[in-house]
């Protein structure tokens, strides 16, 4: 490795480092500017702007105390139920064990600022379950909201119950001004349920939770909950009964806000959140998203045309808001909370809802609480399996039609995925074998061809003589029976392969939290050592299924270093470079796609081994030495190279 490259290496460090330190500086000046807004509302007696403001400032320094302490005030002013505390989050997160039969009441706030909705200002803190065998929801009274959703059968990393979302922080509910001019916000209001039971268990049948917000004698909003056994996907269906008189009567909309923290699920924080975006579903057409691995802190879109469906979607689970109908149109975005040490983004949704205020008007929607399983999302339709990215074109093809059938296939019969990743490798290469092989032969003979191609390189020393050694190889590799492509192409043709794994793996959640060997999770990185301290770009761990990935990638490339031209400084240098830059890349991708990379390496090495036991030397060298004594017939691209040196005033090389 020369001078250069080391330097080269000390700069990319040195860039990384000083984006760290920028990045910090760019979050405290941020916090600031906000903290004086926040301020300023606050001496003004704008209560909620400001509490709003403060949430938006925890965003840059989510364990500040002084806005913390500032939030816990306004709550008490405002009469929210639960205190900010010195955590991640603004909001305390109640946990799934409080009472369903808590009784807590919410200090009652001023009736006027609500109109027809005063009685609902104030009301009790209590939850209702709805839930099956593969999923629970508390459903609060307060915004009638699905306070928490947790799936049974899977867990977080660190073995918690695995809950999509869950706390006061999640806002759920309609927004719509009254013929008052009232701002009503129905995921501040309270509902009251049409029963007296506390649980609902959807065993046998299906099972539904009907909540009222009251607003005059039979005029209210009705949320109606329905799930059935051995489904993620929950029936939501809302009525607004007899709103005219009450709702504005110049509006033929709504907005449904949606908004909630995504917490981290998975140990590979960095892998999870490059998976981690919106996406959306246009009504009878594509599916689109916010950009995957954005370097914005805050991304959104301003949608205006009918969607189908939302999904606020993580790594490997799900939140989806689906309408039978269809949105009007929609706002969403996605902010990233690097400081915080529990949740990965804040996500928002503003969706608008047909509304016909004269008449009773009746919305049907969906909700998806489940994971980013292709079969099970395939089951429900609208295009849910596209929540799991497999890549675009031919790359999305070779996963759909080839990796994922083989992959069930071998899933049938074989428990162990380690085993199965390993089969499935040997499946591929066994396919993919002629290409190789073919491939492996060119490279060969082109190696036997190595001293003479190096007595031209002797012949044609001076860079103005490039051309002419370049026309003299080419000529003898002629003769030799040779296609120098014949080596490039067949690599080429692979690449699909290859860029098909690396977007299968990390997004299988077949994968999440099965072991192989000292992987204990083959969808995350397999450290076998942790580092005091974080190298930019690779991480704080070392994983070694990354490790016997490089290794192995350079014992390949060695194999094969002593073709023509590979002998140089500047491509011995990019043999090493380049498997050193993807150890670098891949440290804290999935141990799954390592795992298959390594097991293709070894693979390979062994098929170029015993194809080369197939390439007789003699016969190429007996070969060229038959043809010299043949005149050769210049090919077309031949002709074009001495054409153009012509121009140029170069002669050809002499036979």
């Known amino acids: 490795m020369d001078r250069n490259t ?16 920028i990045n910090n500086s760019r979050h405290t000046k941020s916090y600031d500017q906000i903290i004086k807004v926040a301020d300023s509302l606050y001496a003004r007696g704008e209560m909620e702007n400001a509490r709003a403001e403060y949430i938006n400032a925890l965003r840059f320094k989510p364990n500040a105390p002084d806005a913390i302490a500032r939030v816990n005030e306004i709550n008490q002013v405002l009469g929210f139920a639960q205190p900010a505390q010195k955590t991640d989050t603004v909001i305390q997160d109640t946990p799934l064990s409080q009472p369903a039969e808590s009784n807590a009441t919410t200090p009652a706030v001023t009736g006027d600022i609500y109109g027809a909705f005063s009685a609902a200002a104030s009301g009790e803190d209590s939850f209702i379950t709805l839930e099956n065998n593969k999923v629970e929801l508390k459903i609060s009274l307060k915004g009638g909201k699905v306070y928490s959703a947790r799936l049974k059968e899977y867990y977080t990393y660190d073995s918690r119950p695995l809950i999509l979302f869950s706390g006061d922080s999640t806002i759920f509910g ?37 909540l009222r917000l009251m607003a005059e004698d039979e005029k209210y909003i009705e949320y109606k909950y329905t799930l059935e056994p051995d489904k993620y996907m929950v029936d939501f269906d ?8 009450i709702v504005a009567q110049n509006i033929n909309s709504l907005t449904l806000d949606w908004r909630t923290y995504l917490p981290q699920q998975e140990k590979g924080r960095q892998n999870e959140d490059n998976y981690t975006t919106i996406k959306y579903k246009y009504f009878q057409d594509e599916v689109d998203q916010l950009r995957l691995r954005s370097n914005k802190e805050t991304d959104q879109t301003d949608i205006t045309t009918k969607l189908s469906w939302v999904a606020f979607q993580g790594q490997f689970f799900s939140s989806v808001l689906i309408s039978n109908e269809f949105f009007i149109n929609g706002l969403v975005s996605s902010t990233k909370l690097p400081g915080s040490e529990k949740y990965l983004r804040y996500f928002t949704s503003e969706l608008g809802v047909p509304f016909n205020p004269a008449a009773s008007t009746a919305l049907s929607m969906k909700m998806y609480y489940g994971p980013n399983h292709i079969t ?30 083989i992959f069930n296939w071998l899933d049938n019969y074989i428990g162990n995925y380690g085993i199965i990743i390993l089969i499935l490798t040997i499946i591929i290469k066994v396919i993919l074998f002629p290409l190789t092989f073919k491939s492996y032969q060119s490279q060969a003979r082109m190696k036997v061809l190595k001293p003479q191609v190096d007595e031209l390189a002797k012949k044609f020393p001076k860079k103005e003589d490039a051309l002419k050694k370049q026309q003299a ?6 003769r030799a029976g040779i296609n120098p492509m014949g080596g490039c192409l067949p690599t080429l043709l692979q690449m ?19 072991s192989f060997l000292w992987a204990t999770d083959l969808s995350t990185y397999d450290s076998i050592l942790s580092l005091p301290f974080k190298i930019p770009m690779y991480g704080d761990h070392v994983s070694l299924f990354t490790l016997l990935m490089t290794a192995s990638t350079i014992l390949t490339m060695k194999m094969t270093s002593s073709s023509p031209g590979q002998d140089q400084p500047g491509m011995k240098a990019m043999m090493y470079m380049m498997p050193v830059m993807f150890m670098l890349i891949l440290n804290n991708f999935s141990a799954g796609l390592t795992y298959y990379y390594f097991l293709a390496n070894i693979l390979t090495f062994i098929q170029n081994w015993v194809s080369g036991k197939f390439i007789d030397e003699k016969a190429v060298l007996a070969r060229l030495e038959e043809n010299r004594k043949k005149p050769v017939k210049r090919s077309k691209w031949q002709q074009r190279l001495e054409a153009a040196a012509k121009q140029r005033g170069i002669k050809p090389p002499k036979k």
């Open 473 to 478: 190889t080419m000529d003898l590799y002629k």
């Open 496 to 514: 699909p392969i290859l860029f098909a794994m690396f977007r299968f793996f990390p997004v299988s959640i077949e994968l999440r939290q099965e």
């Open 174 to 210: 309609f927004n719509f001004f009254t013929v008052d001019n009232r701002a009503i916000q129905t995921n501040n209001l309270y509902f009251t349920p049409s029963g007296k039971q506390q649980r609902y268990i959807a065993e046998t049948g299906p099972q539904s939770i009907v």
């Open 238 to 245: 809302v009525t607004f009964k007899s709103m005219d008189g």
């Open 6 to 21: 080391i330097t080269g290496i000390i700069l990319i460090f040195a860039i990384f480092i000083g984006f760290s330190i």
């Open 376 to 405: 099970t999302l395939r089951k429900e339709g609208l295009d849910l399996e596209e929540l799991v990215f497999l890549g675009r074109n031919i790359i999305g093809w070779i996963n759909r039609f080839i990796i994922i059938p």
